[in-house]
């Protein structure tokens, strides 16, 4: 089955800074790879996705980065704020899988003021 | 996105006891479901495919008997806890596909169980 890896586990940054959270997944034919934001006790709301036909994506202060050789992915957060301080899980789903998502461990970021 | 609802958002019960948690999609029909389940400062782990009309599809480990899944309908999966015990204590999260918007996931609230 799929392994995702993820880092760093925890993450912080001063306000306006960048943040990047970098995965690793291990099946090649995996081909959908989503981030999810969640907040404590709440649930993961998805932020970005990103097919394996695309290397990248961007959407406003975040992008996605894909690497189909090197089997790993990244978030890219740009112009950071504190509400932007949560657990990011990244996230990745086998091709004829059946829309299982196999999810990384997470990643602490805060955003310091 | 779509709209994902889980209830109860939190449950205390006695060890022994039966606690069901329900999960619907409100503005979109979803033939499959999923179920996860959280420990604290830790990552989601699947622990079983609800299917509309049929058996669920159990991951390596989670047992069956243990976890019901009903998927009596395209808007409703259930899960039961059977027979829970302190280690059951967890959070719970059910996700559904919406099919509108291809494969992304969409998630409930999560319920918050406590097994005393």
């Known amino acids: 089955g799929e392994n995702v890896e993820q880092h760093p586990s925890t993450l912080s940054v001063q306000e306006g800074d960048s943040a990047v959270i970098k995965c690793t997944y291990s099946?090649?034919?995996?081909?959908?790879f989503p981030w999810y934001k969640q907040e404590l006790g709440k649930r993961p709301q998805l932020i970005i996705d990103?097919?394996?036909?695309?290397g990248e994506k961007k959407d406003q202060r975040i992008a996605v980065t894909l690497n189909k050789t090197a089997k790993h992915f990244s978030l890219h957060i740009t112009e950071t704020q504190p509400e932007d301080s949560a657990v990011y899980f990244c996230a990745a789903r086998l091709a004829g899988g059946g829309n299982k998502l196999t999810f990384g461990t997470g990643t602490q970021l805060k955003v310091e003021l | 996105g779509a709209v994902v609802s889980q209830h109860p958002s939190r449950v205390i019960c006695k060890s022994g006891t039966s606690v069901k948690i329900e999960c619907r999609s409100l503005?979109?029909?979803?033939?499959?479901m999923f179920w996860y389940r959280q420990f604290p400062k830790q990552s989601l782990m699947l622990m079983a495919t609800s299917n509309e009309g049929s058996k669920a599809t159990y991951e390596q480990g989670v047992e069956k008997d243990k976890f019901l899944i009903n998927h009596a309908s395209l808007t409703l999966s259930t899960l039961t806890v059977t027979s829970a015990h302190p280690e059951d204590s967890s959070f719970y999260i059910c996700?559904?596909?919406?099919?509108?918007?291809?494969?992304?996931?969409?998630f409930g609230s999560g319920t918050q169980l406590s097994v005393l």
């Open positions: 503005d979109f029909q979803a033939t499959t």
């Open positions: 990103i097919r394996s036909n695309v």
């Open positions: 996700s559904a596909r919406d099919g509108r918007e291809n494969e992304k996931l969409f």
């Open positions: 099946d090649s034919a995996s081909n959908y």
